[in-house]
């Protein structure tokens, strides 16, 4: 299936309707995330973000459970790093991904009390 994500379909998102439940981990995410996750063939994004906000003791501290920014940064040769922060520019957590597919050369997601949202949605 063709990825047919692009950046200008992203800004439609301005709140959500819908709050879809992460079947690995019961976190939640939003409309606007279930779309890239679609259009962009992500959910293995939503697993890594998903996972680590779970999982990761890095981030149990509640200040980053309350509000992380989640970066994903596409490189020209398909390689990607995906990198968290706390919303200040400082950097928490960094992933060399080695190979993606994934349609658009960066994106934000927000995890906010509990939820992975689209910047736009917040």
């Known amino acids: 299936m063709p990825k047919t994500l692009n950046e ?6 301005t709140g959500t ?11 939640t995410y939003t409309d606007g995330v279930q779309y890239v996750a679609d259009k962009g063939g992500a959910y293995w ?13 890095v ?3 509640r200040e980053l459970q309350e509000f992380t920014v989640w970066t994903l940064h ?3 040769d398909k390689t990607a ?7 200040t520019g400082n950097s928490i957590y960094k992933e060399e991904i080695n190979y993606t597919d ?10 906010e009390n509990e939820t992975l949202i689209l910047p736009s949605e917040h």
Do not use: C
């Open 17 to 27: 309707e819908n709050h879809y439940r992460h079947p690995l981990t019961g976190l």
């Open 102 to 111: 994934f349609p658009l050369n960066e994106i934000s997601l927000w995890f």
């Open 74 to 76: 596409v490189n020209a």
């Open 45 to 57: 994004l939503l697993d890594k973000i998903l996972g680590n906000m779970k999982l990761n003791r």
């Open 8 to 13: 200008s379909e992203l800004n439609q998102f």
């Open 81 to 87: 790093l995906l990198e968290a922060g706390d919303g």
């Open 59 to 61: 981030f149990r501290r």
